[in-house]
């Protein structure tokens, strides 16, 4: 972690300084807020952890519940979900309190007696090594914790407004508005307290709908969900009881003459979760499966699970649900078939943009992505850093996301519900299981060129961090303390893009420091012409004196006065030689800049290559050297070549707003 930069240290580093909005923030609603989000499920949180990142931003966000989720729903987290809480500080936690899924054992109809069951294979969660993260097991309302602790304790000091539920919204055309910064009014009314049943009405920029398939906030803006209509039911049990069938503590898929489970144990040592097959849902049935009780779904789990069974002790929590594969036609207000269409007030993530059955443990996961890809933006354009031309990027992304999970989904939920005489061998789940393992795992969504994403013109410079998909991580060691660590780990949600400079086969020498440069202020490093030359032996000097002094480099175009240099854009230099071949104080000054209140210079951003896992080699990276962005939500933005400063500043040129 990095903290003492203006003054010790000694409570929790994690509590940073309440700023902006954050210092003082009024406890009830106010009547204007820049970005409003309906609902503290996973893709709300995760926005209100995100924007509490930019304290200048007014974030307010609301839950018709009286209170924090105490059941959740959502169980299953991705190895990219737990990458994620890396960035927002809290994966080691999460990872110790999680259940593990190491392995999935497959179960069907023994051969012999087919009334019976028989495990027919075991393969490994992860065979092939996709991330350094685990799979995880964990209830939903503590990954809620964990992201509202990270909203609290950043400078913008976001908490939930409880107890207050969205009722409608309209959006006034900014142009004529009163208000035309906040053209958004939006109807709310209180649940709970003193004033429930109440309505009132406030302002607000710009409004993320994280409401759920039932969303409010998507109707209002006339968004409508199509596809497959439900036709197949499971019932859901979380529980806690005696059995004895061997892999009850082992994620399973059941395959049985009754029927059919996914089985998953939950954390904590005894609690499971069964996704019971209920078989299909007649047309005519008007939702009657609904009505099944706890006990019919446990009598169907004894007898799929025959020759064992279960002794249910306890049942924490049950349902009944249908699956239906739906997504809605955009995922913001504005009708881009239109040519000059205004730019999106009203967003909608989640579960109120796309919904899909539970099966292959995505709809928390993918949730997520979607606050955390909105988010930044918003915090971005919201606090005079982008043109409002950002925002079109979410729907644009995030559609194409849920159409590819939605079709993914469908394939295998269905191969859940197939008995294994109707499949085209006795192994093809458990095979496709293994051979699609990147989907499920969140490594697989790509994004396309645009204002945010360049073209992969140069894309061999660095094969293993593609454009568009996210930046996988590998390790390095830290040169000023001989610290292996993962590259990408040291990357925080903290709203700044990043610059992953991976220098050429020279050696690092001694570097003259840029003419007119001052530690910490607001004097701006000037143009020293001599410097490329003097250290001809590689492009990084050249590359960094470029990235401290020049007026199109992104460090200077965009700093604020008062803000560090790396306000905006953090630098890492990444060399080929050992961490024992040179010392810090030869990487170029850009790479160690001057921070915080005393201009103390930080030195934690220049790593060597591992002798023995070397990240040029694992990630494909040329020894001529390349540079990669890499956005704040973590998917690479570019890459480029070590000379194409003016490509590079022009990419940025594309994403920032100059200051005046």
């Excluded at 080691?92 to 028989?118: L, Q």
Aim: with cysteine; aromatic share 8%; proline share 6%.
């Amino acid at each position: 972690m990095h903290f003492h930069q203006d003054g010790y240290v000694s409570a929790d580093p994690r509590i940073e300084d309440a700023a902006g909005y954050g210092i003082d923030r009024p406890e009830a609603l106010p009547d204007v807020v820049d970005v409003l989000i309906v609902g503290s499920g996973p893709a709300g949180m995760v926005a209100a952890a995100q924007l509490a990142q930019y304290p200048d931003v007014n974030t307010r966000i609301i839950e018709k519940r009286d209170g924090r989720l105490v059941i959740g729903q959502a169980d299953g987290i991705q190895a990219r979900s737990v990458e994620t809480f890396q960035a927002f500080g809290f994966a080691e936690e999460i990872m110790r309190e999680g259940y593990h899924i190491t392995e999935m054992c497959f179960w069907n109809p023994d051969p012999e007696n087919p009334e019976h069951i028989i495990r027919t294979g075991r393969p490994k969660d992860d065979e092939t090594g996709i991330s350094e993260f685990p799979h995880l097991i964990v209830n939903q309302a503590r990954v809620l914790d964990y992201f509202a602790q990270f909203a609290r304790q950043s400078p913008g000091r976001i908490v939930p407004d409880y107890g207050i539920e969205f009722v409608d919204l309209s959006i006034e055309d900014p142009q004529t508005a009163a208000d035309p910064k906040h053209p958004v009014t939006v109807t709310v009314r209180y649940t709970a307290g003193e004033r429930s049943g109440q309505q009132r009405t406030i302002r607000a920029g710009y409004v993320i709908g994280s409401d759920g398939a039932r969303s409010g906030v998507r109707s209002a803006i006339g968004r409508t969900m199509s596809g497959d209509q439900a036709n197949h039911a499971w019932g859901v049990m979380d529980v806690l009881a005696n059995t004895d069938f061997p892999d009850i503590r082992t994620k399973c898929a059941i395959s049985s003459k009754h029927g059919n489970i996914l089985h998953i144990p939950r954390e904590g040592g005894h609690l499971f979760r069964m996704y019971v097959d209920l078989g299909e849902v007649p047309v005519d049935d008007a939702r009657k499966v609904r009505q099944t009780s706890i006990e019919e779904i446990i009598a169907k789990a004894n007898a799929i699970i025959a020759p064992y069974s279960l002794d249910v002790k306890n049942v924490a929590w049950h349902s009944v649900y249908e699956v239906g594969h739906r997504l809605t036609d955009a995922f913001d207000d504005t009708d881009e078939s239109v040519p000059d269409s205004p730019c999106p007030r009203v967003f909608i993530t989640g579960d109120a943009c796309h919904t899909h059955s539970a099966k292959a443990g995505q709809g928390m996961n993918v949730s997520m992505q979607d606050g955390f890809n909105l988010a930044w933006k918003l915090g971005q354009v919201v606090s005079g850093r982008s043109s409002t031309e950002l925002l079109r990027t979410y729907s644009a992304e995030r559609q194409v996301t849920a159409k590819n999970l939605i079709d993914f989904d469908k394939e295998w939920s269905t191969l859940m519900a197939t008995p294994q005489d109707q499949l085209p061998d006795k192994a093809y789940l458990e095979d496709f299981y293994v051979k699609t393992a990147e989907f499920p795992a969140g490594f697989m969504t790509e994004y396309t060129e645009s204002m945010i994403t360049s073209t992969t013109e140069n894309q061999e410079l660095a094969t293993g961090f593609p454009v568009g998909k996210r930046f996988k991580s590998a390790r390095v060691n830290r040169v000023c303390d001989a610290y292996p660590l993962h590259l990408g780990h040291e990357a925080k949600a903290d709203g700044r893009w990043r610059i992953y400079v991976f220098a050429d086969a020279a050696t690092p020498a001694p570097t003259v420091p840029a003419a007119g440069a001052v530690a910490g202020g607001d004097d701006r490093a000037s143009t020293n012409a001599d410097l490329a030359s003097t250290n001809a032996l590689s492009g990084v000097p050249a590359l960094g004196e470029w990235l401290e002094s020049d007026p199109a480099s992104p460090l200077v175009a965009y700093r604020r006065r008062g803000e560090d240099i790396d306000a905006l854009v953090e630098l890492s230099v990444i060399y080929q030689q050992p961490h024992t071949d040179f010392d810090f104080t030869d990487a170029p000054t850009a790479f160690r800049p001057h921070v915080g209140t005393f201009g103390l210079e930080y030195v934690e951003k220049i790593y060597a290559a591992l002798p023995d896992e070397d990240i040029f080699d694992t990630r494909g990276i040329s020894r001529d050297g390349a540079v990669v962005i890499v956005r704040p939500d973590q998917y690479v933005a570019g890459v480029f070549p070590l000379d194409a400063r003016e490509e590079i500043g022009e990419f940025f040129a594309g994403v920032f707003l100059p200051e005046t």
